[in-house]
């Protein structure tokens, strides 16, 4: 790029017949977070350009076309421009946060705090489908849950039908698409997206002695089986996947979170909190001069983070992708 050259090609453009009043733009890091736009003319951007400090890489607009970027900074001027993004879920299910950051101005860095893994052992699980026909409730609590359960299920040769004399709970709408997917009609899903909120709201639907099918992670919080047990329900709960650390990714990390070039972490579950600390360390993140504002979906991951030694500053009120991203908007707006 020209920056090493701009004080001959600013010579060269006014010798050849440019007015040095022409509008000259200089965009460093163009499309990136740290982009940097600066403007002046032909016969001052040079000046600019060293009292600033603008090196390569960079761009050299000249012309009347530079006086539209107010109107036309589309990118500049989208919600999290300048930031960057720290998203520590599974490989497999960054992508669509990482999308809408991208999407909304934002650099996303993944570093995956989780992978996730099938059980140890099927035993439970491959019982438990034999069992279907004899579940009155099969409650799903995640989308891996379902991924999961499903694909034993095909395992098997069995489909949908063996569901067909169970009633089929969702813990919120995403785990409800990946059920509807599948072509299940799902009879409940709670108002608010946790376990506590899912015992509550099958109180009057669940009968003493009715069994109760939990697949799930192997890390799942007891809360649920233990609030349907005292409502009388005989559950069964069998470990479809499981979620593990994941390392390599450790040292660079660190450094740009030590460099002060992260701005947000996102959290998604308590796994991704709880090996997001075990991969940097217990005391590494209270040890930044200027730590990252910690983001998570909902109150269950918040209060998981603030165990743990983590300040949360953003909590979701809707405990999906989107109302994760509502939250962040409506923090990075205040502060703005």
């Given at each position: 790029m020209g920056m090493n050259n701009l004080p001959d090609i600013v010579g060269q453009l006014i010798t050849h017949g440019r007015p040095d009043t022409t509008p000259v733009a200089l965009i460093r890091w163009g499309t990136k977070p740290e982009q940097d736009t600066l403007v002046g003319t032909l016969a001052d951007i040079d000046k600019k350009a060293t009292e600033s400090g603008c090196t390569n890489p960079a761009v050299i607009i000249v012309g009347q076309v530079v006086d539209l970027r107010e109107k036309l900074s589309?990118?500049?001027?989208?919600p999290l421009f300048g930031k960057k993004v720290l998203v520590t879920r599974s490989r497999e299910q960054a992508s669509l946060l990482s999308e809408r950051i991208s999407g909304l101005g934002g650099e996303p860095v993944e570093f995956p705090a989780i992978a996730i893994k099938e059980p140890t052992d099927w035993i439970p699980v491959d019982h438990s489908i034999n069992e279907l026909a004899n579940y009155q409730w099969v409650i799903f609590t995640s989308v891996n849950g379902v991924d999961y359960f499903f694909r034993r299920l095909r395992h098997h040769g069995k489909?949908?039908?063996?569901?067909?004399?169970?009633?089929?709970c969702a813990i919120?709408?995403?785990?409800?698409?990946?059920?509807?997917?599948?072509?299940?009609?799902?009879?409940?899903?709670?108002?608010?997206?946790?376990?506590?909120?899912?015992a509550a709201g099958l109180r009057d639907k669940i009968a003493a002695g009715d069994r109760v099918l939990l697949p799930r992670a192997a890390e799942a919080r007891r809360?649920?089986?233990?609030?349907?047990?005292?409502?009388g329900a005989l559950v069964?709960?069998?470990?479809?996947?499981?979620?593990?650390?994941?390392?390599?990714?450790?040292?660079?990390?660190?450094?740009?979170?030590?460099q002060g070039e992260v701005n947000l972490i996102t959290f998604t579950s308590s796994s991704t909190v709880r090996n997001f600390r075990q991969q940097v360390g217990e005391d590494f993140f209270s040890s930044l001069t200027k730590p990252p504002a910690v983001a998570c979906i909902g109150p269950v991951t918040a209060d998981t983070a603030v165990e743990l030694g983590l300040p949360v500053d953003i909590m979701a009120t809707k405990y999906t992708i989107d109302g994760l991203i509502e939250a962040i908007l409506d923090y990075v707006k205040v502060l703005s």
């Open positions: 589309w990118f500049e001027s989208k489909d949908i039908r063996a569901l067909h004399g169970a009633k089929l919120g709408p995403k785990t409800k698409a990946e059920m509807e997917k599948y072509g299940l009609i799902v009879d409940y899903v709670p108002e608010e997206y946790r376990a506590e909120q899912i809360v649920l089986p233990e609030q349907l047990r005292r409502m069964d709960e069998v470990t479809v996947y499981r979620t593990m650390p994941v390392t390599g990714q450790e040292t660079v990390i660190k450094d740009l979170l030590r």
